[in-house]
């Protein structure tokens, strides 16, 4: 089945949970909850394929938040260079809505990895303990991400099997946590942000930069402003060149500076120093904002 809209983005972002990929054709395909779907875009129309019919689409115009406009949150930005540099490098790019459990163990899994060696671990995870989906004929397997209940029934040498590595008894405890209602993923979104966050870190395994990402990748919790390794590049270089600022300096920034959409802001930085950046505007003296 296919389905057409009109749309504006170009772009989403290659998170840490992703088991979607870019295809040599420009299209994307992957899993999305229990449902295989390919998207690809001719003009300003998104065209989405399924094998098995859907008379609602809801799920997906969840996933990819097609409903949001950018415009308004762009409008809240601050007017500083380096953000108007990484606004232009990476138009149309917007913050997709993960399932919660999906995002904070796919998250646990990202610790000290690269984006490759997490998905092979991800697909291991999904190949030994999800469910089998519908996918074109002569298409490679396709599974679900496993729930908390089926890998809270695993053991640690079973996820250590996966290339869990160290993860695997962080991974294992968040499972049982959630499975067991010690951790109530839906209750999380109806709380403030910092109770939120607190929940979430007191998982083993769970820093401040995993909460962030679940929070705003699976909560929507807009103001929320994730710092990693290519964020602290981005605020060093691109708004403090030459100066010696800590981590905690840099993070104090952030929660005052982006507004409140910083969670699109942080994604706009992240992914134009990962992939976009020429020379920015910031880095000449005079030019950053602080």
């Known amino acids: 089945m296919n389905r057409s809209r009109r749309r504006e983005e170009a772009d989403t972002r ?14 994307w395909e992957g899993v999305v909850g229990k449902r295989w ?8 129309e998104l065209r989405a394929e399924t094998v098995v019919p859907s008379a609602d689409w809801g799920w997906l115009e969840h996933y990819l938040q097609v409903e949001v406009e950018l415009g308004p949150v762009l409008a809240t930005f ?19 809505r993960q399932d919660p459990w999906e995002c904070l163990a796919s998250f646990i899994l990202s610790s000290t990895k690269q984006i490759e060696q997490i998905r092979q671990i991800i697909e291991r995870l999904c190949a030994g303990y999800g469910e089998a989906v519908a996918v074109p004929a002569s298409h490679p397997s396709a599974f679900t991400f496993p ?13 250590r099997g996966c290339r869990a590595g160290f993860r695997a008894p962080y991974l294992l405890e968040a499972a049982r946590r959630v499975a067991g209602g010690t951790l109530d993923l839906t209750a999380l979104a ?16 769970v820093g401040r930069k995993i909460a962030d990402c ?21 605020l060093r270089e691109l708004y403090f060149p030459g100066r010696r600022m800590t981590p905690r300096a840099l993070l104090e920034f952030s929660e005052t500076h982006f507004g409140p959409q910083a969670g699109y802001a942080q994604q706009y930085l992240f ?14 003296p005079g030019r950053c904002c602080a």
Request: hydrophobic share 45%.
């Open 14 to 27: 290659e998170s840490a949970s992703s088991r979607r990929r870019l295809r040599g054709d420009g299209s």
């Open 37 to 44: 779907v390919r998207l690809s875009q001719a003009g300003d």
């Open 78 to 96: 601050p007017p500083d260079p380096a953000l108007r540099t990484a606004v232009a490098a990476c138009p149309g790019l917007r913050l997709l």
């Open 147 to 159: 729930g908390p209940e089926r890998l809270a029934a695993c053991s640690e040498a079973e996820l």
């Open 190 to 205: 109806k709380g403030p942000a910092n109770e939120a966050r607190a929940a979430l870190m007191s998982l083993p395994g």
């Open 214 to 234: 679940v929070l705003l990748f699976a909560y929507g919790f807009a103001t929320v402003f994730p710092v990693d390794v290519w964020v602290l590049r981005a």
């Open 271 to 284: 992914h134009y120093m990962r992939r976009a950046r020429v020379t920015p505007v910031a880095r000449r």
